[in-house]
């Protein structure tokens, strides 16, 4: 039976939240004897709150919150005697009675639930959990994830994102517990591993705590506000509704019983489920809100006039809504956008789809498409706000990059133009046609087909002369290509690296040609060695069941196929050593686009401004939470107001900060993406098999 009452309590506390003025202490109860503390309301009657908190609804940044409004959690002494007024305490379900303790820390004395007292001792083991109520940081039990798809929409709707908890029967499977261990640390680690295995629709109750604790400074301010603008020393007690939110009370049914005892099984009805029918209290009260959150006019000249940086985004996001249909739009004779054939068509897509996205983010972060200014301390909101100011600052280093490189290409047009000429006359005179010319004879002392060798070794440089002879043709109009790209600049260092890049691949495209000829006629050798070898074995291939079946063979099949097997295996090895050489040149090729698509990604996707808030202010990048014990100082207090406090555990809640490898999220993509593309085992068969890289599975 001992057992069986045995109830636990758990409090969250802000550690800035010890006053010796008495008064109420307000917060939310998500179940139990768990309590989110998130202040101390001192100087007002009971009544006056009571009435406070029950308007809190009606106020439109209360409404949008993920807690819902708080309530009265019970009564704090103060250093000093307390003779304040109380509620009926056989109608409350939680009435908290703490004071400070006789080591300078809050110290719970006694919980009220329906006129039952427990106090810490035999029947009650009590936790207070210290924490700092936060400002721009906030604390979540999982690392924050940075990768977020770039067509996401910013800042949805807090209510969407909370889900209240469900009415489930969990209060009597953690009032029975053991009582506390002599460490603190186990007594936190066993009830809070009951709590990550109770989640209820992806929400643990540490998670929803945390919730609670995020929004307790915002919170607090706006219980303040509504405080300061109402008279609660006029305030009727005989007019107070019974349904007010400020203390939850007894209801009909068999509630009515201690949440220690067996006849109480189910939990306390959330906060979130009381909903006031009063009618002036549904409607949004905008008397309360900031001039920014209630009388914000985006039609207004002078409020445009004062943010002229909104001007200049809402430009571009029109100039991107423009053009990105047109880019995307399918190219005639081709099929597909520009993006899916051109570096240069696929870098600016992407950089005028993050124009796009960058007017809406920054009028939500202003507050005008937002619900609200506040509660905007959470995983998403702050993911979203790091990779809105990384891509800006993102774009702003590629355009001072590339007005940088602009300046210098201007200047220099003909000494660039001639080491472009010098580098593609290395590559296709003295590699290209010398190569050819070699294996035109017995390269490496390989004896060759002389015929098939000849053709082969002709018919190639006769394509290099017709393409430079187009190469020749174009020179003339070198320098305006080289003042294009260089002005190309203006728009960031990636678009003239993406230019670039494409310009490389049409010079190099003859060479492209060279290799898919080559890996296409070597296929087909191989394919047709491997069907006369399968002849030879009374072998056939089967594309109905795709497979190798036994089979017969005429006589004249069989001299058939070893006259066929006979040449193609003796012209097999010239056309493998050209194979095997256009290979390695288109490896080259592919090894230069390679480095120019990791500048690109650099230049995109690096996380600078996440590593700048890592460096500075790592408190922002939440990577968890953890519970250290309080250590105990004691000081000298008057007996009759220490509270005995050695069955009560304290902690402190402290974030952890991400590991610093989370922020190269992307960078780990592709390299995940380029490892499991091209390993060395594919490439190898690949290379032997004569299909493209990428394509063997």
């Known amino acids: 039976a001992g057992m069986l009452n045995k109830v636990y309590s758990r409090v969250f506390w802000p550690v800035d939240c010890l006053s010796t003025d008495p008064g109420y202490i307000v917060g939310w109860n998500l179940r139990g004897f768990m309590a989110c503390v998130i202040g101390v309301v001192s100087g007002v009657s009971l009544a006056g709150l009571e009435d406070v908190l029950a308007r809190m609804p009606a106020d439109q940044r209360v409404r949008d919150s993920p807690t819902g409004p708080p309530r009265i959690l019970g009564r704090w002494t103060g250093g000093k005697p307390d003779d304040a007024d109380l509620p009926d305490l056989q109608e409350v379900d939680i009435w908290l009675g703490m004071g400070p303790g006789d080591d300078n820390l809050p110290a719970l004395r006694e919980i009220y639930s329906y006129g039952y007292r427990y106090q810490p001792g035999s029947r009650l083991a009590a936790q207070i959990i210290l924490y700092t109520r936060p400002s721009k940081n906030y604390f979540a039990t999982k690392p924050i994830d940075l990768h977020l798809h770039s067509r996401s929409i910013p800042f949805p709707s807090h209510k969407e994102a909370y889900r209240p908890h469900s ?289 082969f070794g002709s018919l190639l440089l006769y394509y290099i002369d017709k393409w430079n002879l187009v190469a020749q043709a174009c020179s003339v109009y070198g320098p305006v290509i080289m003042r294009v790209v260089a002005l190309s600049g203006v728009c960031g260092v990636s678009m003239l690296l993406a230019l670039l890049h494409d310009m490389f691949c049409l010079l190099t495209l003859h060479l492209t040609c060279f290799y898919i000829a080559s890996a296409r006629f070597y296929m087909l050798q191989l394919h047709l060695l491997s069907s006369m070898w399968s002849l030879f074995r009374g072998k056939k291939y089967n594309p109905l069941k795709k497979r190798i079946d036994s089979s017969t063979f005429d006589l004249d099949q069989l001299l058939l196929g070893a006259v066929v097997f006979t040449l193609a295996m003796f012209l097999f090895p010239t056309t493998m050593i050209y194979y095997y050489f256009f290979a390695l040149v288109r490896a080259g090729t592919v090894s230069i686009g390679a480095v120019c698509e990791l500048l690109l990604e650099l230049l995109n996707h690096f996380p600078l401004y996440g590593l700048v808030i890592y460096l500075t202010r790592p408190d922002l990048l939440p990577g968890g939470v953890k519970f250290t014990v309080q250590r105990r100082n004691r000081v000298s207090r008057p007996p009759s107001l220490q509270v005995q406090a050695s069955h009560v555990t304290h902690l402190v809640l402290e974030t952890q900060h991400i590991q610093p490898f989370a922020l190269f999220f992307h960078v780990q993509q592709v390299l995940t993406s380029v490892s499991s593309t091209y390993t060395p085992g594919k490439i190898v068969r690949c290379f032997f098999s004569g299909a493209p890289w990428g394509q063997m599975k």
């Open 167 to 455: 009415a489930v029967s969990i209060l009597s499977d953690v009032a029975h517990i053991n009582p506390p261990a002599s460490s603190g640390k186990d007594f936190v680690r066993a009830s809070y591993e009951n709590d990550e295995e109770r989640g209820v629709d992806g929400d643990t109750e540490l998670a929803l705590t945390l919730r609670q604790i995020n929004c307790a400074k915002d919170m607090h301010e706006i219980l303040h506000q509504r405080i300061m603008t109402t008279d609660t020393h006029k305030f009727d007690p005989d007019q107070a509704s019974v349904s007010t939110s400020g203390i939850r009370r007894r209801g009909k049914g068999p509630g009515s019983s201690p949440p220690g005892s067996p006849s109480h099984p189910a939990s306390p009805p959330h906060p979130h489920t009381e909903r006031h029918t009063d009618t002036h209290e549904n409607k949004p009260d905008s008397a309360h809100l900031p001039p920014s959150e209630s009388n914000r006019d985006t039609r207004s000249p002078i409020w445009w006039a004062q943010r002229p940086w909104l001007v200049v985004v809402l430009v571009l996001h029109v100039i991107a809504h423009a053009i990105l249909p047109v880019l995307n739009s399918p190219l005639p004779f081709l099929g597909g956008p520009l993006k899916a054939y051109s570096t240069f068509g696929k870098q600016l897509s992407l950089r005028l789809d993050e124009m796009e996205q960058w007017y809406p983010q920054l009028m939500a972060r202003a507050g005008v498409r937002a619900p609200s200014a506040m509660w905007h301390n959470n995983h998403k909101a702050r993911a979203r706000s790091i990779r809105l100011y990384n891509s800006m600052w993102l774009v702003m280093n590629d355009i001072a990059l590339g007005v940088l490189c602009c300046i210098l290409l201007l200047g220099n047009i003909q000494p660039v133009l001639d080491l472009i000429e010098s580098f593609y006359w290395f590559l296709d005179t003295t590699l290209l046609r010398n190569m050819l010319l070699w294996l035109m004879g017995w390269p490496a002392g390989l004896k060759l087909n002389d015929n098939l060798d000849r053709f």
